[in-house]
């Protein structure tokens, strides 16, 4: 089974103290909510597991492989990730993206790229320009490219951003199937969004983090479930700065 | 080997509009010096009479456009994926970053200088081919090839020069735009020194060409080392 481990990370950005994280485990297979208020430190933590911030101490490990330099062609192996979309998917097609995804992931691209678009519930053409779909449509798609290479850790980074009512459900359903033997690790600002689909529940605030608790555990210690969680964390913090 | 194929397979693209803008460049440039020499006799010395200092000049006059326009390729081919929240799509990639920027560099300077390499050599030997038949020049014969060679081996490495320059200006300073503009300036210093060297020291011009080269080159891989130990915010 799959343990994402993060053990007393602590990130500073020139002066300013980001993260200051004692223990995290991530064990069974599920889908984690990492929940907070904005700049809690929710996207630096998930650039962190991703190699792309490099933590001022401790260490991150996937099983018994530790994020390193030296190790982090193996560990991003291992991760899918939707991060906020960046302006140069816009002058790629649908195509090039999806031939680049599997050409460094070393995966057979298939004949056709439309059955893994319609699995996204994305019906054009691959050829079309990733900078003339919607927000949405985007989203679908960077969803399809970061499940394809069926990663051990997926990392959802506000998935739900401009998505419409079917798309959120299309989203949740494959992250269902995806959680069923994976970790999940899922940020978003809608308490109602996560509430009917994650298991676990980490909150962040002023880069710290909560312990992770079931979300059956939460409904019970708290009468107002993740919100009720939530201001519960936030409001015995102190800031790092 | 194989990544390299692929980088260049992306690159492929730029190779008709670079090669045939090199080529449409240096024929112009080459006419435009032939036909002024032709005219201007006010000059004691009729530089522009002589065959070597038409190529030199045209050759640089092309090196000085295709610096900026080589500049601007690049900023679309490879300094867009290391700048801004660009870096996280390419370092996300499951391949050493160091790795993966000298392929996408090694993959933009083969496509480079193989476009300019065919502009170049077609455009001046049809020029050297009709200065023989019609003549523009007054020395003019088949023997020049020597001098064509140089010329463009010079003129490749120098915009080669001017163009990983400005393009790793351009990641240092996480903006394509400030790339660009980095080669405006270096074309402005170089223009003027690189044709006076051009036309009186070929080889001196030649040995300096290639000694940038190899600067860029250090550069680059130092460039790649601070890659692989850089964050995308």
């Given at each position: 089974m799959t343990r994402l481990k993060i053990n007393h990370v602590t990130k500073s950005i020139g002066n300013r103290n980001i993260l200051r994280i004692g223990n995290l485990r991530f064990g069974n297979n599920g889908i984690y909510g990492l929940v907070g208020p904005n700049g809690a430190g929710k996207t630096t933590l998930l650039k962190c597991i991703c190699g792309l911030l490099v933590t001022n101490t401790g260490d991150i490990s996937i099983d018994n492989l530790v994020l390193s330099r030296d190790t982090r062609t193996d560990f991003l192996k291992k991760i899918g990730s939707v991060f906020a979309q960046s302006?140069?998917?816009?002058?790629?097609s649908i195509k090039e993206l999806l031939d680049e995804h599997y050409f460094f992931f070393g995966l057979t691209a298939p004949q056709k790229w439309s059955p893994i678009l319609e699995n996204v519930g994305l019906n054009v053409s691959e050829n079309q320009m990733i900078g003339n779909l919607s927000l949405g449509m985007r989203q679908r798609l960077l969803l399809a490219v970061a499940i394809s290479h069926k990663p051990e850790i997926l990392i959802l980074d506000e998935p739900f951003n401009g998505l419409d009512p079917d798309g959120v459900v299309l989203t949740k359903n494959l992250i269902k199937q995806h959680s069923q033997d994976k970790i999940v690790i899922i940020t978003s600002h809608s308490f109602a969004d996560l509430n009917d689909i994650i298991t676990d529940a980490v909150v962040i605030a002023d880069g710290q983090t909560s312990c992770i608790k079931s979300i059956t555990k939460i409904n019970e210690e708290f009468s107002d479930g993740l919100m009720g969680f939530y201001h519960s964390f936030i409001n015995c913090t102190v800031s790092l700065n | 080997m194989e990544y390299f194929d692929f980088e260049f397979s992306h690159m492929k693209k730029m190779l008709l509009p670079l090669g045939l803008t090199t080529g449409g460049l240096q024929l112009l440039f080459l006419y435009f010096f032939a036909i002024v020499g032709r005219f201007d006799t006010e000059d004691g010395s009729s530089m522009l009479t002589h065959y070597n200092a038409v190529l030199a000049l045209a050759t640089i006059g092309t090196m000085c456009v295709l610096a900026i326009y080589g500049t601007v390729l690049a900023g679309r081919y490879l300094v867009h994926d290391y700048v801004g929240m660009n870096k996280s799509k390419t370092y996300l990639l499951p391949i050493s970053r160091k790795a993966l920027f000298y392929t996408k560099t090694k993959a933009f300077t083969a496509s480079l200088s193989l476009a300019m390499a065919v502009g170049l050599l077609v455009s001046n030997l049809t020029f050297m081919t009709t200065d023989v038949i019609v003549p523009l020049t007054k020395d003019q014969s088949f023997t020049h090839i020597l001098n064509i060679i140089v010329s463009t081996i010079v003129c490749i490495c120098l915009t080669l020069t001017v163009v990983l320059f400005s393009s790793f200006i351009g990641i240092k300073l996480d903006s394509a735009v400030k790339g660009i503009t980095a080669s405006i300036i270096f074309v402005v210093f170089l223009s003027n020194l690189a044709a006076i060297a051009l036309m009186s020291y070929e080889l001196v011009s030649l040995l300096i060409a290639v000694a940038l080269i190899v600067i860029a080159t250090m550069v680059c891989i130092s460039m790649g080392n601070e890659i692989d130990k850089s964050e995308a915010l």
């Open positions: 302006d140069s998917l816009f002058n790629l | -």
